[in-house]
């Protein structure tokens, strides 16, 4: 059974940047898509950035575009999320998840395709 880890999340002043990681379990991870989600107080939970695995394309949110890069290093089994310029807005619960099925998706941004989901990890930007 595949598990998911994040780790990195903290408290950050508004303009600041952070690093993500989700460590994943499985032999298989450079079959994963992976992605990020988040969910806010009071908001139900949005995509923020996805990768497939085949080609490593790419996904982002409008709202964190030019600013968030999500990329992964298939021998550590690790996907990341580099956020930069953050804002308030941007404080949630961050969401890794993971798509074992080997499909090539060609929509990464949709919750119900993900089958594995990590526990969260906390970003918070203060004003």
């Known amino acids: 059974q595949v598990q998911l880890v994040e780790s990195g999340g903290g408290l950050v002043q508004a303009g600041g940047s952070l690093r993500l990681s989700c460590a994943a379990s499985g032999r298989t991870f450079s079959s994963y898509t992976m992605a990020w989600f988040r969910q806010a107080p009071g908001k139900e939970r949005e995509f923020v950035a996805g990768?497939?695995?085949?080609?490593?394309?790419?996904t982002y949110a409008d709202s964190v575009k030019d600013r968030f890069t999500i990329s992964r290093d298939n021998a550590k089994n690790t996907v990341y999320l580099q956020m930069n310029s953050l804002k308030p807005e941007d404080t949630a619960v961050y969401y890794c998840?993971?798509?074992?099925?080997?499909?090539?998706?060609?929509?990464?941004?949709?919750?119900?395709?993900?089958?594995?989901w990590g526990q969260g990890t906390q970003v918070t930007v203060s004003s």
């Open positions: 990768m497939s695995w085949r080609n490593s394309r790419t």
């Open positions: 998840a993971a798509d074992t099925s080997g499909v090539l998706r060609i929509l990464l941004t949709t919750s119900r395709q993900y089958d594995t």
